[in-house]
């Protein structure tokens, strides 16, 4: 236990642990601190839980709290070991005394917990005595956080996902500093082109061999989560199978499933593609947008299309998709889209955004584009009412009325810069 707790002698977290870096997500978690409620963080595997978890610690030791107050453990290494015991050994062997008898808040953080025997029942019995006590628990595989947490625990969570980096946190990572769109378009161009290379992985962000990027998205991510994470949560024995729908998704990002012509080709049944993507999902490898109603209930219904949950995963399995459906698949992220739209004339728009006001949002990643090219945005917008919708381009910058609705050409690179719709902007 001492092993991951250097601050207990020294006073701090090693700087190896650290990233001068902290992304949006870690000054929410910060002020969670304060706190009754059980923080929970999820997220893909290597997206930056642990280093954001280390970050939190640190800042906790600035402020002053007393370093054997702050307990760091990792399930991922000690699978299997209860959250119990691990507690037990902390108050009986560091703390030196019983939680009752604090005065000052003790900070627990947990990681990969979900491999962690009834974890919940440990931090609920401490929870509801009204200890001195802020858990702040992490893990890959939402469904048996989120499952567990919901059941035992309502009420006394605070839920956050960590996603991968958007291009604004890999220019920050990459310590760009403030830049002004129009005064350096052609720095933001080169850096743009990079992220689209590189990934969102923060592990990544400052390296330039690209094959070694690919082949530790492989390794490391998808064959951890397809060979471990899923089989050891869900108990599914069809591995290579899971993996062949990954590399479906990544070879056609944004496609429409069709789950009967996806079990014939696998030799398996409909039930366990679906059960497949669900697994995907709630490991965050992959992420579903419905087909737009204004009632749910029939967006439930309708068809779905399915994005990996970075562009990475496209590079490190495919060589040859399309530009704009890459595009699609870092736009769909980037605003942790929810919606398309497909008519019954299989007129689509790529991606509806629902924030109060319905504003469609077209990929078109070329320099060029006609009116005819826009056909479905347009029918859209007349069925639905909108004044104003979005076109992602290459380079094309400029707002045009088109019958009765504005539209807005805008270039990717601009569109994910801008604080305009962006997730976490």
């Not at 642990?17 to 902290?22: A, M, N, Q, V």
């Not at 280390?54 to 959250?83: C, M, T, W």
Request: hydrophobic fraction near 40%; glycine fraction near 4%; include cysteine.
């Amino acid at each position: 236990m001492a092993d991951y707790n250097e601050w207990w002698e020294t006073g701090k977290v090693p700087e190896r642990l650290l990233k001068p870096y902290r992304r949006p997500l870690f000054h929410i978690l910060e002020k969670q601190m304060g706190r009754k409620q059980i923080s929970i963080l999820v997220g893909l595997r290597r997206v930056g839980k642990t280093t954001l978890l280390y970050q939190l610690v640190d800042s906790l030791l600035r402020r002053g709290i007393s370093p054997k107050n702050v307990l760091y453990f990792s399930f991922d290494e000690h699978a299997g070991a209860a959250a119990k015991t691990v507690l037990d050994i902390y108050e009986r062997e560091v703390l030196l005394k019983r939680w009752q008898d604090f005065e000052e808040t003790v900070y627990i953080f947990l990681d990969e917990i979900q491999k962690s025997e009834k974890w919940e029942d440990g931090l609920k019995k401490l929870y509801d005595l009204n200890y001195r006590i802020k858990f702040i628990i992490s893990g890959s595989a939402s469904l048996r956080i989120r499952k567990k947490g919901k059941e035992t625990l309502a009420g006394r969570i605070m839920e956050n996902v960590l996603f991968p980096l958007s291009f604004k946190e890999f220019l920050a990572l990459n310590g760009t500093g403030k830049i002004d769109a129009k005064l350096q378009e052609k720095k933001l161009k080169i850096l743009f082109e990079r992220y689209l290379k590189m990934g969102g992985f923060p592990e990544f962000a400052a390296e330039d061999d690209i094959e070694f990027i690919r082949s530790q998205i492989k390794d490391i991510v998808v064959d951890r989560i397809v060979y471990q994470d899923i089989p050891d949560v869900f108990g599914i024995r069809e591995k290579h199978k899971v993996l062949a729908v990954v590399k479906a998704i990544c070879s056609n990002p944004g496609m429409i499933v069709n789950y009967q012509h996806l079990a014939s080709d696998l030799d398996t049944t409909r039930q366990t593609i679906s059960n497949m993507l669900e697994y995907l999902e709630l490991t965050f490898l992959v992420r579903k947008v419905y087909n737009f109603s204004k009632n749910f209930l029939i967006s439930e219904r309708k068809l779905k299309k399915w994005f990996v949950c970075d562009h990475s995963l496209i590079n490190a399995y495919c060589k040859n998709v399309e530009q704009g459906k890459i595009i699609e698949n870092v736009i769909a992220n980037h605003l942790d889209a929810k919606f398309f739209w497909r008519s019954p004339q299989k007129e689509e728009v790529d991606i509806i955004i629902n924030n109060g006001e319905i504003v469609p949002i077209e990929v078109k990643y070329r320099n060029k584009v006609r009116v005819s090219d826009l056909r479905g945005l347009l029918k859209f917008c007349k069925k639905f009412k909108c004044n104003t919708a979005i076109i992602i381009t290459k380079d094309i910058h400029r707002e045009e009325k088109i019958k009765t609705v504005l539209v807005k050409f805008i270039p990717a690179w601009y569109f994910l810069f801008s604080r305009a719709f962006v997730k976490g902007g």
